[in-house]
């Protein structure tokens, strides 16, 4: 099990360009993929799902990737949130 933590830097929460974007790089893994934010979680596979969650402006939300290709899903996320902006 890997984890990875992100940091919303969007004044306007985590919109959803940035949930399509985020669901779009998971449903490139077979690992199971789930974001956790407060006291909630979302299969980040799932559009609804995550677009379900309501993720303000400076909260931390943490990626917890599981299964046969946790590396390479952690990795790629790593460099996908550096680039979305999405880490501090």
Known sequence: MKTIEGFVTNHNGLTSRLSVELVEQANKFTSNITIHVLDEQADLK??????????PYGEVFTIIIDGEDEEEAAKKFASFLQELKLVK
């Open 46 to 55: 799932s559009i609804m799902n995550v677009m379900a969650l309501v993720v």
